[in-house]
């Protein structure tokens, strides 16, 4: 114990590695904090708004695949296409947006719950675009019933990997909400609350039926486990020599798919 604690203290770049290799497939909060930085840097060339749309059109191809829009739900005898997509503040609510923007153009009826806005050109223009299609936006949270009278999929977009603490308003009340709800939720990269390397241990997040990880699954994807539950991993652009770098066994994908069922626990 004395001689890790001298490494990480002397050799920080070092011991992050380890930390790295020895979480394997999955990405802790760092790494995957690390893994964006790498992304956008000069030497691999890509942009926020660039991997947002990518990560945005993986969410909603899974959407796609495990939800078909001329297939019933399980929950009803109406067609699983009306979608309450959750936007957060952050990134994650961006990736939603660019998602339900996608959704429409795959036949589906999303609706934007939009709580907390970012006032960012880059959200604003995701916004406009949604608008532009007609996507409703509802003002405020609805109770339990309302929502799973009105909607057959829930998005949840809220929190991602950036998220520390506790949920704070107006969001608390929104999770809160959506956990009494019976419709399906589909979480995009963490579900909302849980800590990105320890899951649900609070147990006031979220308990999503299907978890979408973007680029390679969190730490807490360890944790998303259970009858009826179902993982994808969605980002289909990591170069190969980035995931070596991080010491990532991604996935094959199938054929052109932008994303790939995964087993639980992955």
């Keep these: ?10 050799f920080p770049v070092t011991w992050q590695r380890l930390v790295d290799v020895l979480y394997g497939q999955y990405l802790g909060q760092r790494a995957a904090q690390r893994l964006d930085e790498q992304l956008m840097s000069s030497r ?9 749309e990518l990560a945005g059109l993986s969410v909603a191809a899974a959407i796609g695949q495990q939800f078909p829009v001329d297939t019933t739900s399980s929950r009803t005898d109406e067609a699983v296409k009306r979608v309450l997509v959750v936007v957060g503040a952050g990134n994650n609510g961006g990736d939603a947006l660019v998602a339900a923007r996608h959704l429409v153009h795959f036949g589906y009826s999303p609706s934007i719950l939009y ?20 996507i409703p936006f ?17 998005l949840d977009g809220i929190f991602g990997f950036g998220f520390t603490g506790s949920i ?28 990105v390397e320890n899951g649900n241990e609070d147990g006031v997040g979220l308990e999503p ?15 998303f486990t259970g009858p009826g539950k179902t993982h994808y991993v ?18 094959n994908y199938p054929g ?3 994303c790939v069922k995964v087993p639980i626990p992955y």
């Design 209 to 223: 039926q299907m978890l979408i990880s973007l680029t390679a699954p969190k730490t807490c994807a360890k944790y």
């Design 168 to 195: 704070r308003s107006p969001f608390d009340r929104v999770v809160e909400t959506l956990r009494e709800c019976r419709s399906p939720i589909v979480s995009i990269d963490i579900p909302s609350g849980w800590h």
């Design 234 to 251: 969605g980002g289909r652009f990591v170069p190969k020599s980035l995931a070596k770098e991080f010491n990532l066994e991604l996935p």
């Design 1 to 10: 114990m004395l001689m890790l604690r001298w490494t990480r203290d002397c």
């Design 138 to 154: 509802v003002d405020d949270m609805p109770n339990s019933s309302a929502v799973d009278a009105a909607y057959d999929l829930i």
């Design 44 to 52: 691999y060339g890509f942009s926020i708004d660039q991997l947002m």
């Design 115 to 134: 709580p907390k806005r970012n006032a960012k050109p880059l959200f604003q223009g995701l916004v406009t675009q949604c608008e532009q299609l007609e």
């Design 256 to 258: 052109v798919e932008q």
